[in-house]
């Protein structure tokens, strides 16, 4: 090679790689990811037996509280081919209004921590102009462990599964140790010990530091007896006591009241040990609620029921969620409560005694040990019940709480059957201010919008910038979610003759599935410049996607309304085999209502009588020209309004910007053809139409039939 043909070639080379779109390297499209560290995740899933035996093991318990503890594990977003040094990176659940990562990242990957567990996220990366898309799961394995600086042992209460097939929400209470330290109201170990060497504790504490003196020299005098041993629990009073010290800095504060939006901190802790507060250390924009505790036996006793009873009214009222509720150590004040919440719930009591042990990653002493939940189970089985669900309702109802109390709860704890079939919701978009303002324009203050070209310009191109959520209960959009393919629509939804609504579910429109055959421009023996196409569609959807696709919209008919030429070396329908594929190279526009343009809309019309062929999506190239006539047809005989059928044609603009799709000439042409024929209404005259190019009053009463609900 020539020094000036490899100069060349470099150069080329070098421009290919700055154009070059960033590319997403992990997670790899649709995978699961793993929340859990590996020590937790082993520990989780041991049987009952297996868990309590290694409990008792001294070296498991050191390493579970030194090695593993209870931090999840992140998931790492890696890419490549940036052509900036800085990318702007989000991850969204899907259904969720906001992403709950959207950050500007410097390098090649990127941590996400405490994403909820049982979910489906779509990750982008933005370099410049060039937006990356993908998608990963994460594992449906209770609980969702989190990592919050300065707070360990944090955790949420929801994504376990309950016995008839619910779960329990995510997002609304978190257990956790303290959000600050415990106030130095009695002497530190430390302290006592330096005052018992010097002879000091029976001089200045009296019988109770003779008490504690004796202890200690029982133990040998030794520096580092366990504070929590029996023989310590006597406490000695400072005489100076300080209020707790912080464990939030400004940025924790941050996350736990924006991120995780905390309303309320329900704080069981003592009065020694709360000693000097005043408010919650979230500050003013968080509620204190300060409410005593007790654990375990402690929970059967009056002063331990009057406690639960306390906390037990700030979960009746929607307007404290969510809420963080914590004792010091999130272990045995904060374990028991979080029993009797979850046993209300319905977790299964396995699972309720994995959440009360995961503790252990915090607390490598054997003081944290079976022996102590025992206490506070032996009370519940005083309790009517023969499951755990059923005496955690009668130990709340011993309380004074009524069946309603606990169905409310449930109400706001229990995911809703909407909830439970997020996966399978369909997605509506998240429309940006341009998009909105067309949807509530005036019909005439829609068409001039339509010559605003730089306002086409936008919309136009940016179809795929659109963000998507889950819809939520009652709540529908046209548009529909299919990834890589643009322009999705659901024909459902509008009002039809009779006060009936045309289906959802049914009928859907869109751009191709695949990019038509390439052409090149010949003249014939007219000398007229017609196109010869060669070579093959290639795919404009990945297996996954077109996976997905299936399943989301479960289509059985693929109407492609391109020409024979575009769909050259096409052998099926590109949604896979069991799809039927129907080629009709229709016409548009005015074109529909003469010649072979009228006969090719008589047999796209009879697919929609046979009832086998639905659910049915038909499209052109873009998803607007012929397949918006065909829209416009449909949309006629079954009696969806002027306006309605506007709209549904001009809504295309949203992802086409050539100018030449416009009023003029193309939706105007095509409503005064249909206008002239015989009616009182657009049905009628539909109808007529349809008539005219051979359907019978059967084939149209059948379209009716199955599309009016």
Excluded at 159 to 164: A, E, F, S, V
Excluded at 397 to 404: C, E, Q, R, Y
Excluded at 523 to 543: D, F, H, I, L
């Amino acid at each position: 090679m020539s020094n000036k043909k490899a100069m060349t070639f470099a150069l080329a080379s070098i421009a290919a790689l700055s154009l070059s779109a960033v590319t997403l390297v992990s997670p790899k499209e649709g995978k699961t990811m793993c929340l859990l560290n590996d020590g937790n995740k082993a520990f989780l899933s041991m049987d009952a037996a297996a868990r309590r035996k290694i409990f008792t093991d001294k070296d498991w318990r050191r390493e579970a509280a030194t090695k593993w503890r209870s931090v999840p594990k992140p998931v790492t977003l890696k890419w490549t081919d940036a052509k900036n040094e800085k990318v702007h990176v989000t991850v969204t659940k899907k259904g969720a209004d906001s992403p709950w990562f959207d950050e500007d990242v410097t390098g090649e990957s990127v941590e996400v921590w405490n994403l909820e567990i049982a979910r489906e996220y779509e990750w982008t990366v933005c370099d410049g102009g060039e937006v990356a898309r993908g998608t990963f799961k994460t594992h449906d394995f209770a609980p969702r462990v989190m990592k919050i600086k300065g707070v360990p042992n944090f955790r949420d209460l929801g994504g376990w599964k309950t016995l008839d097939g619910g779960r329990v929400r995510q997002g609304l209470v978190y257990r956790s140790q303290g959000l600050n330290n415990n106030a130095l109201y009695y002497l530190t170990s430390a302290e006592t010990m330096a005052l018992y060497k010097a002879g000091k504790l029976e001089e200045l504490y009296g019988k109770d530091g003779k008490e504690i003196k004796e202890r200690i020299d029982r133990e040998g005098g030794k520096d580092d007896f366990d504070p929590n041993a029996p023989w310590m629990r006597k406490s000695l009073p400072r005489a100076d006591p300080q209020p707790p010290k912080a464990r939030l800095d400004g940025p924790t504060k941050a996350y736990l009241l924006d991120k995780l939006g905390i309303k309320s901190d329900i704080d069981l802790r003592g009065p020694n040990e709360v000693w000097g507060m005043t408010e919650s250390p979230l500050g003013p924009r968080a509620t204190w609620f300060w409410l005593q505790n007790h654990a375990y036996g402690g929970m059967h006793q009056p002063n331990g029921k009057e406690g639960f009873t306390k906390v037990f009214k700030v979960f009746l009222d929607e307007k404290n969620y969510p809420i963080d509720f914590h004792c010091i150590g999130g272990a045995d004040r904060t374990g028991c409560d979080a029993w009797i919440l979850n046993g209300l719930l319905g977790v299964a009591e396995d699972d309720l005694m994995k959440d009360w042990e995961l503790t252990c990653f915090e607390y490598g002493s054997q003081a944290f040990g079976h022996h102590r939940i025992a206490h506070f189970l032996k009370g519940l089985e005083e309790y009517p019940g023969s499951t755990m669900k059923e005496k955690c309702e009668s130990y709340v109802k011993a309380l004074g709480f009524t069946d309603d109390d606990i169905a409310k709860f449930r109400s706001i704890m229990l995911e809703s059957a909407a909830d439970q079939l997020a996966e399978s919701a369909p997605e509506v978009p998240v429309f940006d201010d341009a998009r909105k303002e067309f949807l509530e324009m005036t019909p005439a203050e829609r068409r001039a919008k339509f010559t605003d070209a730089k306002w086409r310009e936008r919309v136009g191109k940016s179809y795929s910038k659109i963000k998507w959520r889950r819809a939520r209960e009652g709540e529908s959009s046209r548009w529909r979610r299919m990834d890589g393919v643009r322009n999705v629509r659901d024909l459902g939804g509008l009002k039809g003759l009779g006060g009936k609504t045309v289906a959802k579910g049914m009928v859907f429109r869109s751009a191709q599935f695949n990019t038509a055959a390439p052409y090149r421009l010949v003249t014939n023996a007219q000398k007229k410049a017609v196109r010869e196409y060669y070579g093959s569609c290639r795919p404009t959807m990945t297996p996954e996607q077109v996976a997905a696709a299936r399943k989301a919209f479960g289509m059985k008919t693929d109407l492609d309304l391109r020409g024979t030429g575009q769909c050259r070396g096409m052998e099926g329908s590109p949604l896979g085999e069991g799809v039927r594929f129907i080629i009709v190279p229709a016409s548009n526009y005015a074109g529909i209502f003469s010649g072979d343009g009228a006969k090719l809309m008589a047999d796209e019309l009879r697919v929609f009588t046979d009832e086998k062929n639905y659910p049915i999506i038909f499209h052109c190239a873009k998803g607007a020209d012929r397949t918006g006539s065909l829209a416009f047809i449909l949309h006629s005989l079954l009696g969806v309004s002027a306006e309605d059928r506007l709209l549904d044609w001009e809504l295309t603009a949203f992802s086409n910007p050539n100018p030449k799709f416009a009023h003029a000439g193309r939706y105007d042409k095509m409503a005064k053809c249909l206008a002239e024929f015989p009616g009182d209404t657009d049905a009628e005259k539909a109808a007529a139409y349809a008539k005219s190019i051979g359907l019978t009053d059967g084939e149209i009463a059948k379209i009716r039939e199955i599309l009016l609900k």
